[in-house]
């Protein structure tokens, strides 16, 4: 099995799914060239999270980091909640395959950004400061994400698709001819 | 529980007669077929019994069969051994965007050697129209190479087509058949075809153990070099049980072709009829009746198919995914991609391919499981709340 059996058990039955219309704050990361894209809706009573709920679409990991999240996160001070970082919800869900780390561990980013959003709207005139960003249009991260060396699970870089250690460019440049741009594209 | 397997095109189960016909020579046959003593001449009978019934079953000769490790293998040797050793007429490469990587990557490592390639593109169902192919062959062309049958979305190529066009230009044709040969009728003289990949885990044989066509007369580069087993052209000591056991999968499969093919279609078809009456927003990916008689592929909106293969797999169902999340890359399949599907829709891809002994209750098994896992997946997906949201308005 490439899970955890904690992260199985927040997978089958992932802790507070589902949406709250009325939300104090959300946050949302991710987008689907990667795979995982996650919502986090807040509610705030007396700087404490009264209540969390999320919606994630994504793989076995990016739900079961969410589930752990939202878990860590109801009752506590917004103080304490961004304290929560991904490393830590790795750690509590018994760790996740190191490929997933980059990806699908972002659950702790969509959390801050709710508690942000909620922190943006009740500064002392918040309001018109919301009128203006969306008036903008809505952020689009389209890029192309490379997420994961295939070869090692290692971090790749910008838009190569594998890490340093596979490149086999700097054996075989010496050779190449100038002037001719690769037919492939950067994807897969 | 009940297991359902419904992922040929990951493995096939051996089949039962391919393992008795190998067992031998992991026991006591043990000789290498290049030694001059009898242990070892014996057992060269039996490794070129095999490559004449692998040869049977494309319909070449058997000197024209090489034994090697795997499809990728075969592929890797077809690009890289046909691209090096025609050098002198040229340097360019063209290949369908939809190729196995084992097909793009080594055209692409030979771009750092100054080869170039073009990729020809498809459309919405995973097809190459022949007239794409002859439209990128140019001066420099080389080397064309076109799968049979793509494995991820089931679609089978217009490949005899492109090998006539291939002809007439005078440029060399290799089709990757790793997901057609032993399902559907190969042959390569019909075809006309200079090189094919084979593999015999794709049609009940044993792993590890596949095959390369190579037309009589046509020039390579070895693969594997200071050994004198395959002609010298792909050295190492003979994977001797493998071999026995592609020799037997390819006799049974050609015997049994028409029947399996038959039995898979039926049934095939009933997932692909069936399963968008089960769940909206259901795609059908590659051709609906151009694909191979084993391959039922889809995608499912708003919903990732990591998440819906370890539901499926929870109810004992084994599928297969080309969404990004399944990769080890992390990215989605560029198959599906190259028919124009956008991200978040690929990364809901499942592949749901029949083995023989499948049966129509095991369909129905799966059509009953299937919506409430989608329910599901759907309840948690913020995409699936704002397609509601946009609906209710």
Do not use: W
């Amino acid at each position: 099995m490439i899970y955890s059996e904690k992260v199985m058990d927040h997978f089958q039955n992932p802790r507070n799914v589902g949406v709250i219309p009325d939300a104090d704050g959300v946050g949302q990361v991710g987008n689907p060239v990667c795979g995982d894209m996650m919502t986090f809706y807040i509610k705030v009573k007396d700087d404490h999270l009264a209540d969390v709920k999320f919606q994630t679409f994504g793989c076995g990991a990016a739900i079961a980091v969410s589930s752990m999240v939202s878990e860590m996160a109801l009752g506590k001070t917004l103080h304490e909640a961004m304290d929560i970082t991904n490393d830590k919800v790795a750690e509590m869900l018994g760790g996740l395959p190191k490929n997933k780390m980059h990806c699908s561990n972002l659950g702790a980013d969509a959390l801050h950004k709710a508690i942000e959003d909620y922190e943006t709207k009740t500064k002392p005139g918040a309001k018109e400061a919301a009128a203006a960003a969306a008036a903008k249009s809505p952020e689009v991260h389209e890029e192309e994400a490379a997420c994961c060396c295939p070869y090692c699970d290692g971090p790749v870089e910008g838009m190569e698709e594998v890490c340093s250690c596979h490149q086999t460019s700097q054996i075989l440049s010496h050779d190449r001819r100038p002037g001719q741009g690769s037919a492939f594209p950067k994807g897969p | 529980m009940k297991r359902v397997y419904l992922d040929h095109i990951a493995a096939t189960p051996l089949h039962p007669e391919a393992l008795e016909a190998m067992l031998p020579f992991l026991r006591e046959r043990f000789g290498n077929p290049q030694s001059l003593h009898s242990d070892g001449q014996r057992v060269l009978e039996v490794v070129e019994e095999a490559r004449e019934r692998v040869a049977g079953l494309i319909h070449a000769g058997e000197s024209e069969i090489y034994f090697t490790s795997s499809g990728s293998e075969s592929n890797n040797f077809a690009i890289k051994g046909l691209a090096l050793a025609n050098r002198s007429r040229g340097s360019h490469l063209v290949l369908s965007a939809v190729e196995h990587l084992s097909v793009l990557n080594p055209a692409k490592s030979l771009e750092k050697l100054g080869f170039t390639s073009t990729l020809v593109p498809v459309d919405q169902t995973g097809m190459v129209h022949p007239e794409d192919v002859d439209k990128a062959i140019g001066k420099e062309t080389i080397l064309v190479s076109v799968m049979m049958a793509n494995s991820e979305v089931g679609t089978i190529e217009p490949v005899a087509e492109i090998a006539k066009i291939c002809k007439g230009r005078n440029v060399l044709f290799h089709t990757d058949a790793v997901a057609a040969a032993g399902n559907i009728p190969v042959d390569v003289r019909a075809l006309a075809v200079d090189a094919l990949s084979l593999a015999g885990d794709q049609f009940y044989g044993p792993k590890g153990s596949a095959a390369f066509y190579l037309k009589k007369g046509v020039r390579i580069l070895p693969f594997i070099e200071g050994g004198i087993q395959e002609g010298g052209r792909r050295g190492g000591t003979e994977n001797v049980a493998g071999i026995v056991g592609l020799g037997k999968a390819a006799e049974i499969a050609q015997a049994k072709m028409a029947e399996r093919s038959e039995k898979a279609k039926v049934l095939r078809d009933l997932l692909i009829d069936r399963l968008p009456g089960k769940v909206d927003r259901v795609v059908l990916t590659g051709h609906r009746d151009r694909r191979l008689p084993h391959h039922a592929s889809f995608c499912i909106e708003f919903i990732e198919g990591e998440a819906m293969l370890l539901n499926l797999d929870m109810k004992g169902i084994a599928a297969s995914s080309g969404s990004a999340c399944t990769s080890k890359a992390l990215k989605a399949s560029h198959v599906l991609l190259a028919m124009g599907l956008d991200h978040a829709l690929a990364q809901g891809s499942l592949v749901f391919s029949l083995i023989d002994g499948n049966t129509a209750e095991d369909i129905g098994y799966l059509l009953d499981v299937f919506p409430p896992i989608i329910d599901r997946l759907r309840k948690m997906s913020p995409l699936y709340t704002k397609y509601l949201e946009e609906k209710g308005k």
